[in-house]
Nanobody, 122 residues
Framework: QVQLVESGGGLVQAGGSLRLSCAASGRLFRINDMGWYRQAPGKQRELVATITSGDIANYVDSAKGRFTISRDNAKNTVSLQMNSLKPEDTAVYYC????????????????WGQGTQVTVSS
């Protein structure tokens, strides 16, 4: 019903930059919060940044000052600009969206993208 497709991952040297993008499609009456999460090998998935429909952003401490989350409500997209990347940022990055699919229902469902690999070499 709702699909999230991420792009923009890759291999970068420490100190470099990458920009991740995520596009939502399908039954999208309204998208509430959107966000980026990451999961490193052997670790639990963790929140990186979220953004509300009103553009209020929240970041994990390790991302503050280096990462910037943004969204385009008209295009149903969310992006994550990552600067000053560190080897510890290496992980699979996942996009998440909280979606209201129908005008007649206030129900919100969470959807995840398939993930995109970010590798930062030292």
């Amino acid at each position: 019903q709702v699909q999230l497709v991420e792009s923009g991952g890759g291999l970068v040297q420490a100190g470099g930059s990458l920009r991740l993008s995520c596009a939502a499609s399908g039954r999208l009456f309204r998208i509430n919060d959107m966000g980026w999460y990451r999961q490193a090998p052997g670790k639990q998935r963790e929140l990186v940044a979220t953004i509300t429909s009103g553009d209020i952003a929240n970041y994990v401490d390790s991302a503050k000052g280096r990462f910037t989350i943004s969204r385009d409500n008209a295009k149903n997209t969310v992006s994550l600009q990552m600067n000053s990347l560190k080897p510890e940022d290496t992980a699979v990055y996942y996009c998440k969206a909280s979606v209201r699919s129908w005008s007649w229902s206030s129900r919100l469902d969470d959807y995840w993208g398939q993930g995109t690999q970010v590798t930062v070499s030292s």
